[in-house]
């Protein structure tokens, strides 16, 4: 979203609370979405596939979720890829100064975010893909189905 059209009071949201403030409410929205995602999953014909994706599915849902025919696969990205995307989406060389800050506020929750997934993720156990940028989505697939789901 570019900057200008951020609204006035998640500009004051993000501007006002930390990093870790900011990780802690957005999981705490995720934990209100997770009940439409089991209640999607359940809802799924036997034998269909179906790829839900996502932040808000966050590993220690999906560990707490039991289900014989749903796998999780985590994809992942270096700092650098993610402030790469963040800079270019945000249209960071025609922002201000209060624009500036509420893309690097973004960016380093992003950071915090990726970091502490990363953490649950292999905690739990979960496959992680880094991804690199120039992966096709078919690359990806032949990755997941090939290395992670015969597993």
């Not at 951020?6 to 870790?20: A, M």
């Not at 839900?52 to 979720?65: H, M, N, R, T, V």
């Not at 999780?72 to 989406?89: F, G, N």
Request: aromatic residues 10%.
């Amino acid at each position: 979203m570019p900057p200008e059209s951020v609204p006035d009071d998640v500009q004051e949201h993000y501007l006002s609370l930390s990093v870790e403030e900011l990780f802690a409410d957005v999981i705490r929205h995720y934990e209100t979405v997770w009940p439409l995602v089991t209640d999607k999953i359940a809802a799924l014909p036997a034998g269909q596939g179906q790829v839900i994706e996502g932040s808000a599915l966050w590993p220690d849902f999906i560990a707490s979720y039991s289900k014989d025919d749903v796998s999780a696969v985590w994809l992942t990205a270096s700092d650098e890829l993610l402030q790469a995307r963040i800079y270019r989406e945000s249209a960071l060389a025609r922002a201000d100064a209060v624009q500036r800050e509420l893309i690097s506020k973004f960016l380093e929750r992003t950071y915090y975010f990726n970091a502490r997934m990363v953490e649950r993720v292999m905690r739990l156990g979960f496959p992680l893909i880094s991804i690199t940028g120039s992966d096709t989505v078919e690359d990806l697939c032949e990755i997941i189905v090939l290395e992670h789901l015969r597993s």
